[in-house]
């Protein structure tokens, strides 16, 4: 088969707006897969028209949307984009993009998304002929393949259901496939509402989803705005979860022209234009040190909690962790975290006074900057410096750039502080921990994926009185670790302190609490 070419459209930078199943919001959003050409199928380029009829497949119409999670204005950003048009072997096909990346604190802390999809779908009937996936949340990407050539579907993927569900003005029974099992998605309209959004004011109709589909992914009260228009534009979608309530606006809605023949056109006359009077450019606001950190984190600047270290009953020394400052690091804003030993008790070889892990963080989403561990006598193999550059996904050790780590990936302090800010309800079916949360941290020399399992709440004896609070068990992926049984308890209050750490026979219990302004 003759390789064939895909015409696409150059995209513009994306809006600004975006962990229990990563999948979940993606799910809705339709956001899973590829925007990498396939290999050895494309799209032969055709002359283009605006819309496809009878689908509403508008070609070059691309619809961004800001994403709020409960507090969080800016948790997410997501995009629908309708490509191109041409021949996938010998069917008329059309080609859909879609992509969800949760950002900032609510993707350190809750929901780790970064994934894309990629449908190719017929023209005729808007079914899915190709359907590639990418999630790239884990340590390499997971792709993931529907290849309907061949054999035929008569199920919808999310992607092409909502151009269906447009189709039908919001109304109407579909069958869905995703995961490989098939599903019936019915809309009904259940009122009317005015929305306004950064794109403009819309009269829309409310569609109320239903689906087991829905209900496996732990989503509730699923609604949809149409507008009342011919486009019918998913203008604002709603659902809830058992971490809370989702709402995604619509932010722009663009329509990119194919290439059109050149006609002759008259030589314009040249009108001069007015000159804009220069805008003076305002003077950067100073920076701030140590400014209050944001009211949704569960700790303040300058907590300092004492753990008393022991193995088998023996006392071993006092370990410190302080939220110690909040300055510039390398021109960033930044929080230090740091972990010190502060006593130690004579002949023990386990902790040498002043070891230390230091850990620049954002302070908003807690993210690692850079890590050090200083260690001494036994432990001084372990030293080590990371620096981490988020946007770009790298780490950087030992003088060389490690290859690309996840988004959002942990060090082992920081995820320390920010577990606590990780809403960790215990599932209510023990048989199926559909609350685990997956973090990616980096150990070593490499990331792993930790699995946090909550419970319910425990009984725990602490410096002789018996305190309620909730047990984390934590997975590393490394056998070595992980054979050690590594488990927290997390306060029940607000302020979700870590009471005790347990690793082996190794044991860290919270002695004290104290508030110790930076300097």
């Given at each position: 088969?003759?390789?064939?070419?895909?015409?696409?459209?150059?995209?513009?930078?994306?809006?600004?707006?975006?962990?229990f199943s990563r999948r979940l919001i993606c799910l809705l959003f339709l956001s899973v897969s590829a925007f990498v050409i396939l290999q050895?199928?494309?799209?032969?380029?055709?002359?283009?028209?605006?819309?496809?009829?009878?689908?509403?497949?508008?070609?070059?119409?691309?619809?961004?949307?800001?994403?709020?999670?409960?507090?969080?204005?800016?948790?997410?950003?997501?995009?629908?984009?309708?490509?191109?048009?041409?021949?996938?072997?010998?069917?008329?096909?059309?080609?859909?993009?879609?992509?969800?990346?949760?950002?900032?604190?609510?993707?350190?802390?809750?929901?780790?998304?970064?994934?894309?999809?990629?449908?190719?779908?017929?023209?005729?009937?808007?079914?899915?002929?190709?359907?590639?996936?990418?999630?790239n949340v884990g340590i390499l990407p997971k792709e993931t393949i529907n290849n309907y050539m061949i054999v035929p579907t008569a199920n919808y993927d999310l992607l092409t259901l909502i151009y269906q569900a447009r189709n039908a003005g919001g109304t109407g029974n579909f069958l869905l496939q995703e995961d490989d099992r098939n599903y019936s998605v019915s809309l009904l309209n259940t009122g009317s509402e005015?929305?306004?959004?950064?794109?403009?004011?819309?009269?829309?109709?409310?569609?109320?989803?239903?689906?087991?589909f829905f209900t496996d992914k732990g989503i509730t009260d699923l609604r949809i705005n149409f507008s009342v228009d011919t486009s019918h534009l998913p203008v604002l979608i709603r659902f809830k979860t058992a971490k809370g309530d989702f709402r995604a606006?619509?932010?722009?809605?663009?329509?990119?022209?194919?290439?059109?023949?050149?006609?002759?056109?008259?030589?314009?006359?040249?009108?001069?234009?007015?000159?804009?009077?220069?805008?003076?450019?305002?003077?950067?606001?100073?920076?701030?040190?140590?400014?209050?950190?944001?009211?949704?984190?569960?700790?303040?600047?300058?907590?300092?909690?004492?753990?008393?270290?022991?193995?088998?009953?023996?006392?071993?020394?006092?370990?410190?962790?302080?939220?110690?400052?909040?300055?510039?690091?390398?021109?960033?804003?930044?929080?230090?975290?740091?972990?010190?030993?502060?006593?130690?008790?004579?002949?023990?070889?386990?902790?040498?006074?002043?070891?230390?892990?230091?850990?620049?963080?954002?302070?908003?989403?807690?993210a690692p900057q850079q890590i050090n561990l200083k260690f001494s006598n036994l432990f001084s193999s372990y030293n080590q410096t990371v620096q981490f550059d988020q946007k770009a996904g790298t780490a950087t050790f030992g003088g060389k750039l490690h290859p690309e780590i996840p988004v959002g990936t942990h060090s082992v302090l920081s995820l320390a502080y920010a577990i606590r800010a990780f809403n960790l309800k215990p599932s209510k079916d023990l048989t199926n921990p559909v609350n685990d949360t997956r973090v990616a941290v980096f150990l070593g020399a490499d990331a792993n994926v930790f699995i946090l399992r909550p419970s319910t709440a425990d009984i725990?004896?602490?410096?002789?009185?018996?305190?309620?609070?909730?047990?984390?068990?934590?997975?590393?992926?490394?056998?070595?670790?992980?054979?050690?049984?590594?488990?927290?308890w997390l306060s029940l209050d607000e302020k979700r302190i870590p009471l005790r750490f347990a690793l082996g026979s190794y044991q860290a219990d919270l002695v004290a609490e104290k508030q110790i302004p930076p300097k």
């Amino acid at each position: 088969m003759d390789t064939l070419k895909l015409q696409t459209f150059n995209l513009k930078n994306k809006s600004a707006f975006f962990r229990f199943s990563r999948r979940l919001i993606c799910l809705l959003f339709l956001s899973v897969s590829a925007f990498v050409i396939l290999q050895h199928t494309s799209v032969q380029s055709q002359t283009k028209s605006r819309t496809l009829s009878p689908v509403p497949f508008r070609l070059g119409e691309r619809l961004t949307y800001n994403i709020s999670f409960e507090k969080f204005n800016n948790a997410a950003y997501a995009e629908i984009y309708v490509v191109s048009r041409g021949k996938l072997g010998d069917k008329d096909a059309v080609e859909l993009r879609s992509k969800l990346k949760t950002i900032d604190f609510v993707s350190a802390a809750f929901y780790l998304l970064d994934e894309t999809r990629t449908t190719f779908a017929s023209a005729e009937t808007g079914l899915p002929l190709y359907v590639k996936k990418v999630s790239n949340v884990g340590i390499l990407p997971k792709e993931t393949i529907n290849n309907y050539m061949i054999v035929p579907t008569a199920n919808y993927d999310l992607l092409t259901l909502i151009y269906q569900a447009r189709n039908a003005g919001g109304t109407g029974n579909f069958l869905l496939q995703e995961d490989d099992r098939n599903y019936s998605v019915s809309l009904l309209n259940t009122g009317s509402e005015t929305i306004k959004t950064d794109a403009g004011e819309f009269d829309t109709t409310i569609s109320t989803a239903q689906s087991q589909f829905f209900t496996d992914k732990g989503i509730t009260d699923l609604r949809i705005n149409f507008s009342v228009d011919t486009s019918h534009l998913p203008v604002l979608i709603r659902f809830k979860t058992a971490k809370g309530d989702f709402r995604a606006e619509i932010a722009s809605i663009q329509v990119i022209e194919g290439e059109t023949a050149a006609e002759p056109t008259p030589t314009p006359v040249q009108i001069p234009r007015p000159q804009p009077t220069p805008k003076p450019i305002p003077t950067p606001t100073p920076y701030i040190e140590n400014a209050p950190l944001l009211p949704e984190l569960p700790f303040k600047l300058g907590e300092t909690l004492d753990y008393q270290v022991s193995t088998n009953g023996k006392f071993l020394g006092i370990v410190t962790l302080q939220a110690k400052e909040r300055k510039q690091f390398l021109g960033q804003d930044s929080l230090l975290l740091t972990a010190t030993v502060t006593e130690t008790q004579p002949g023990q070889q386990v902790l040498n006074l002043n070891d230390s892990i230091t850990a620049q963080v954002s302070p908003d989403s807690l993210a690692p900057q850079q890590i050090n561990l200083k260690f001494s006598n036994l432990f001084s193999s372990y030293n080590q410096t990371v620096q981490f550059d988020q946007k770009a996904g790298t780490a950087t050790f030992g003088g060389k750039l490690h290859p690309e780590i996840p988004v959002g990936t942990h060090s082992v302090l920081s995820l320390a502080y920010a577990i606590r800010a990780f809403n960790l309800k215990p599932s209510k079916d023990l048989t199926n921990p559909v609350n685990d949360t997956r973090v990616a941290v980096f150990l070593g020399a490499d990331a792993n994926v930790f699995i946090l399992r909550p419970s319910t709440a425990d009984i725990i004896n602490l410096k002789g009185e018996k305190v309620a609070a909730q047990l984390i068990s934590v997975t590393t992926g490394n056998p070595q670790i992980d054979t050690l049984n590594l488990r927290l308890w997390l306060s029940l209050d607000e302020k979700r302190i870590p009471l005790r750490f347990a690793l082996g026979s190794y044991q860290a219990d919270l002695v004290a609490e104290k508030q110790i302004p930076p300097k």
